[in-house]
Structure formats: C-alpha cells, structure tokens
T-cell receptor, first 115, second 112 residues
C-alpha cells in the first residue's frame, strides 16, 4: 500500500459536464502528478504540482486543470467532458524538491466514464 | 522529442522460464531518469526501479535485473525463473524536466 488515496473510485458523467477528481498524498509528499490511462494504454502525463504551483505539463488542453493544497491533497478538474476523456485517472506523489525525480507512489485511480 | 517504445505488446511464458522485456527511449537531453513499473490486475502501479542517465551500471534485485545501455538507448528488464505472480503489465518510463513519458506497456502472462 502506497498511502496515496483517490476518490471516487468510479464515476459516470455526461458529455459536456465538469468533473473533479481528488487525491490525498502521503504526509511530506509535496510533489503530485496526474496521469490519464486509457484502456490498454500507458499512462499519459497530464501535469505536475509542486508546493501548490504547476511546474510541468503534458499535451493536454487547458480544460484539464488542477489544484494542490497545503494538506497534501490535490484535485484534477476537467471541464466540457468529451467521450475520449473516459479513462483511468491516476495520481502519484513523491517527496522531492520539485525537480529531478524520485520514486513516485501511485494511487489506485479513478475510473471515469463519459457517456 | 521524448518517447518510450515497448515493442512487445504481450508475452506468454511458462513458469520458471526467463523473460526479457524491452524498452527503447528517445531523448536529446543528457540528464534524465528511467523507470520500470508493474501494474497488476488490481490496477495500482508499483515502482520497480529508477536509473539516472549517468549511472549505466546494471542492477540485480532478486529475480529481477535491468540492463541500461545508453549507446542503444535501451533499458531492458529481465525476470529470471518467472512465477505466476509476475503476471502483470509492465511499463517503462522516462522522466526529465518535470515531465514523464510512459511506454504503452508489455503484458506478461506467466502460465503454471
């Protein structure tokens, strides 16, 4: 067990709606990353937050946004949901200075289905 | 451009066989990190190993070993004497400048 939790476990939304996914990291883990994993694919990096600031972003449009809070929790928000947003969303945290790379601890993911 | 390629989509072996999972990466940067993760059917990604670009030493951990060769941009993973519990999807990943790039994964089926 990694100590990283995510909620909800499963979620069904309608196209055009907005969704918020939540992640709770281990205490002391001040870097969190979010990933989208489509069925049968590898995780795709969405963005990374360090000390409540975004400091790395993958090829995702601005309708994917995030927040990180001082209590080691974070959120992924997706606006104007599209069918292709259906995927497993993973968060991963690690204790770091925000650069370089240490071992990431992944949560179990949130399965989002957009209909 | 950064990219990770895992050409083997699926591999099936019989228990106790050795198996090697291939990973080829692309990057123009001199400083980067390479990882292997295991994703069992439960879905949670499990960290296996991290290597930085300046450390080409091979590593062995129990039945697992990793071969990092910068000359061929490869970071291959070998499981010796495979077991049924090794059945999972394995991902290779590249990290630099606060971005991560995962391969598409290799599904390993170990049959009893």
């Amino acid at each position: 067990e990694t100590g990283v939790t995510q909620s909800p476990t499963h979620l069904i939304k309608t196209r055009g709606q907005q969704v918020t996914l939540r992640c709770s990291s281990q205490s002391g883990h001040n870097t969190v990353s979010w990933y989208q994993q489509a069925l049968g694919q590898g995780p795709q990096f969405i963005f990374q937050y360090y000390r409540e600031e975004e400091n790395g972003r993958g090829n995702f449009p601005p309708r994917f946004s995030g927040l990180q809070f001082p209590n080691y929790s974070s959120e992924l928000n997706v606006n104007a949901l599209e069918l292709d947003d259906s995927a497993l969303y993973l968060c991963a945290s690690r204790p770091s200075s925000g650069t370089g790379s240490g071992e990431q601890y992944f949560g179990p993911g949130t399965r989002l289905t957009v209909t | 451009a950064q990219k990770v390629t895992q050409a083997q989509t699926e591999i099936s072996v019989v228990e106790k066989e050795d198996v090697t999972l291939d990973c080829v990466y692309e990057t123009r940067d001199t400083t980067y990190y390479l990882f292997w993760y295991k994703q069992p059917p439960s879905g949670e990604l499990v960290f296996l190993i991290r290597r930085n670009s300046f450390d080409e030493q091979n590593e062995i951990s129990g039945r697992y070993s990793w071969n990092f060769q910068k000359s061929t941009s490869s970071f291959n993973f070998t499981i010796t004497a495979s077991q049924v519990v090794d059945s999972a999807v394995y991902f290779c990943a590249l990290n630099n400048f606060n971005k991560f790039y995962f391969g598409s994964g290799t599904k390993l089926n170990v049959k009893p």
